[in-house]
């Protein structure tokens, strides 16, 4: 364990030299970010401010699911969703053999080599918006507060499965250039939240692709609205984890490298 946080300490001051010899690139790029994903909550303001809203959901507790999905994508593509375009530009440039010849595990190589700290701009964003929304609804009691943490910890393992997942299918179908496209156009459904949808699509987004874990069910056991019982998304975080490491190893033994 030591090793895994002395690696990633290195790629840490590595990126840091990186930003700081191209700090406004770096700058333009968080700028853009932030844009980028205060969209959607921009137009949750204007539907409100229209007169419309989503049934059962006051404006800050519509902004409060959308603050932490943006949350959890501000945790999980810094340090690990990067791996998907890496992963997807060195098998095509035939570079991703040199991983395979690093003395630490491939996955792990992998994550280090697509850590990103432009996309902390995500966490900066999502807190920004956290705190919002925060402001405009009761404050949670200590039990609705651990509930959120523990949710929010299946949230980020959902996320890391689906890197996994991704990563794993470009070590086959490296043409698959659009995989980012595929998670956003899924993921799309889990800023909104999930009692709006019809009860079939509802449970279709929370118990089959678990879309509805990354924010609406973390954000509503912060508003008291899940009891103890949403903890089951542990476990099943925990299933989907192992899943998608079994996938991503079965996957890598498929790559054929560049010669092949």
């Known amino acids: 364990m030591k090793g895994i946080w002395l690696c990633w300490g290195a790629v840490f001051r590595v990126k840091l030299a990186e930003m700081m010899a191209y700090r406004s690139h770096f700058a333009l790029s968080m700028l853009l970010l932030i844009a980028g994903d205060l969209a959607v909550p921009l137009v949750t303001l204007l539907v ?27 945790i999980a593509f810094p340090f690990f969703f990067g791996m998907v375009g890496t992963t997807l530009s060195q098998v095509r440039e035939g570079t991703f053999d040199l991983l395979l010849l690093k003395p630490r595990p491939v996955m792990l190589m992998s994550m280090l080599n697509g850590f990103d700290p432009d996309d902390f701009g995500r966490l900066l ?15 949670p009691g200590a039990g609705d507060w651990l509930r959120f943490m523990l949710l929010f910890l299946a949230s980020i393992s ?50 089959v692709l678990p879309i509805g874990l990354i924010a609406f069910v973390p954000a509503a056991a912060l508003l008291g609205r899940e009891g103890w019982g949403a903890l089951w998304a542990l476990a099943s975080a925990a299933g989907i ?18 010669g092949g």
């Not at 998608?244 to 490298?257: E, R």
């Open 48 to 74: 409100y401010s229209s007169g419309a809203s989503f049934p059962g959901w006051s404006l800050y507790e519509a902004l409060l699911v959308q603050a932490v999905f943006v949350l959890a994508k501000g």
């Open 125 to 139: 964003s999502g807190g920004v918006l956290f705190g919002y929304a925060l402001s405009g609804i009761a404050a």
């Open 158 to 207: 959902i996320l890391f499965a689906m890197s996994l997942f991704l990563s794993g299918l470009l070590f086959r179908w490296v043409g698959s250039s659009r995989v980012f496209d595929i998670f956003d156009a899924v993921t799309s459904f889990g800023m909104y939240p999930g009692t709006i949808y019809s009860k079939t699509l509802s449970n279709m987004l929370t118990y």
């Open 241 to 258: 984890v192992g899943v998608s490491m079994l996938y991503w190893n079965a996957m890598l033994k498929n790559y054929s490298s560049a």
